[in-house]
């Protein structure tokens, strides 16, 4: 039935990165003196001739000083490159709340967010008293985001939920509780953005738990939940490999290293380093 739908075109958008990183920083048990991979940042649009789909909303300057990132692009001018107006969006999907994924929500004037009820509750809870599992969220964001539930703009998922015939969210918890990733179908089947669900590629083909971590057992099954979404593992995107950049072509040359689009096979398949 799924081979009739539409298919979604899927892109990323690299707006920032995070460069200095050491194996502590990427996995749970990582050594300290060993270099390990940088960190890109990405915004995610699925389209196709009925819906537009933004995927989480990046940091702005503010962030990138506070925390020593690379700010390339703000998230907005990263989604006009493949013509998405912020202004007149209508959905944004929020996987988590964290300061990389859920900043610059002023800029959507008009979209609904969606996120998982587990996620505002943990934002905006008792949890929050611990500086540790406060650390990736910024405070101007979760309010900035209570402002927008408050005006109506809001929709809380729990678990599963089809938005669009061909896009279904899905709540993996692990790295925080209402983490959730989008399984969406493309032309090259079902593709699974899974967001922190992994960071790298190297942290689900070695099972191995990111070291921001709210569960680590949630975590480690989220990464069998992520094999059971996609049609492959090639049609598992992390959230922040910079591999993404070189295993997907770009829809022009002009956008080289910028964007890449994910509904077309990757060139080939990071082996687990
Ligand atoms: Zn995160
Ligand atoms: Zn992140």
């Known amino acids: 039935m799924s081979r009739k739908l539409e298919p979604f075109e899927l892109f990323a958008i690299r707006y920032a990165k995070h460069t200095g990183r050491c194996s502590s920083d990427n996995f749970v048990g990582g ?8 960190l890109d940042y990405f915004v995610w649009v ?21 925390r020593g990132r690379e700010l390339y692009r703000l998230p907005t001018e990263a989604l006009n490159l493949v013509g998405v107006d912020s202004a007149s969006l209508d959905d944004v999907i929020l996987t988590h709340l964290h300061y990389d994924h859920a900043g ?23 949890c929050m008293c611990h500086p540790f ?20 703009r809001v929709c809380f998922h729990r678990d599963v939920t089809e938005l669009a015939s061909g896009l279904t969210l899905h709540r993996i918890g692990g790295h925080s509780p209402g983490l959730q990733v989008v399984r969406v179908w493309t032309r090259r089947g079902w593709v699974v953005i899974a967001s ?3 960071h790298l590629y190297a942290n689900f083909q070695r099972r191995l738990p990111f070291p921001v971590v709210y569960n ?20 598992i995107v992390p959230g922040h490999d910079p591999l993404v950049m070189q295993l997907y072509p770009p829809p022009s040359v002009e956008l080289e290293g910028i964007v890449v689009r994910l509904d077309t096979p990757p060139s080939f398949r990071p082996t687990p380093g």
């Open 31 to 38: 050594d300290i003196h060993e270099s390990a991979s940088d």
């Open 46 to 66: 699925a389209r196709r001739s009925d819906k537009v789909f933004v995927m989480d909303t990046g940091f702005g300057p503010e962030a990138a000083r506070e």
């Open 104 to 126: 610059t929500l002023d800029s959507f004037p008009r979209a609904r967010f969606h996120i998982q009820d587990a996620e505002a509750a943990y934002a905006t809870g008792p």
């Open 133 to 152: 599992l406060r650390h990736p969220y910024d405070v101007n964001n979760v309010v900035s985001f209570v402002r927008k539930l408050y005006a109506g």
């Open 196 to 198: 922190d669900a992994t």
């Open 216 to 235: 680590v057992a949630s975590m480690l099954e989220g990464h069998e939940a992520l094999r059971q979404l996609a049609d492959s593992e090639d049609h």
